[in-house]
């Protein structure tokens, strides 16, 4: 009977070996359920820390890209911050230079035109998609006469119709004024610079297939 080890033994002499060791090694016995005493909670945080920890991570998105003001709100309710709490905020951003939708729907606007060559209308969707007020997108759009917005569809056109030397003329002609119009130029504007391209081409040799 000796060698019996009985729970209420084991829960007195917590953690003292039989012969004054520091530890029970093979002989121990494991408890499948940890004591109630024995369960450590995380401390709940108080509000002020719970909004630190928040905007903490939020500030560390707009490090990595630009957000609007909607856009920064719902990210911060989404990580836990109060509908109040994520206006205080937004608006201390605002104070230091972190949010700036004018500035944002300029550089969009630049990005989209000049480095994809995307029209007005598309861009003008693809900013209220970012939840950049109407007055700022329509005013970051007027950097874009119709004279512009011809000479980007035509530097598209006359990209693109190079990668298309492959087809026959006709495929190749079908395949430019989808191009065009997917990004939302006017039709008028797609006819022209699609015969300007199809020029540039006509007077380059070069194989043919259908």
């Not at 090694?25 to 940890?34: D, L, T, Y």
């Not at 944002?104 to 693809?126: D, P, Q, W, Y």
């Not at 540039?200 to 259908?210: A, C, E, N, W």
Request: avoid cysteine; proline fraction near 3%; aromatic fraction near 4%.
């Amino acid at each position: 009977m000796n060698d019996v080890i009985s729970l209420d033994s084991v829960r007195r002499g917590r953690g003292k070996h039989p012969a004054g060791g520091a530890g029970w090694g093979a002989a121990s016995v494991v408890r499948s359920e940890p004591e109630a005493d024995e369960i450590e909670s995380e401390p709940e945080l108080s509000d002020e820390e719970r909004l630190a920890r928040v905007s903490d991570t939020v500030v560390r998105a707009l490090g990595r890209r630009q957000l609007s003001v909607l856009e920064t709100q719902e990210l911060l309710v989404a990580q836990g911050a109060t509908a109040d709490e994520a206006e205080v905020l937004v608006a201390r951003y605002e104070e230091l230079g972190y949010l700036d939708d004018s500035a944002l729907a300029e550089t969009l606007v630049e990005r989209l035109s000049e480095r994809n060559h995307k029209s007005r209308g598309v861009i003008a969707r693809e900013l209220s998609a970012r939840k950049i007020p109407g007055p700022l997108v329509a005013a970051a759009l007027e950097q874009l006469d119709e004279g512009h917005e011809f000479d980007l569809a035509l530097e598209a056109a006359l990209k693109r119709i190079g990668q298309l030397s492959s087809y026959d003329d006709t495929t190749a002609e079908r395949r430019l004024v989808g191009f065009l119009t997917r990004r939302g130029f006017a039709s008028g504007v797609v006819r022209e610079v699609t015969r300007r391209a199809m020029a540039t081409r006509k007077s380059v040799g070069g194989p043919r297939f259908r």
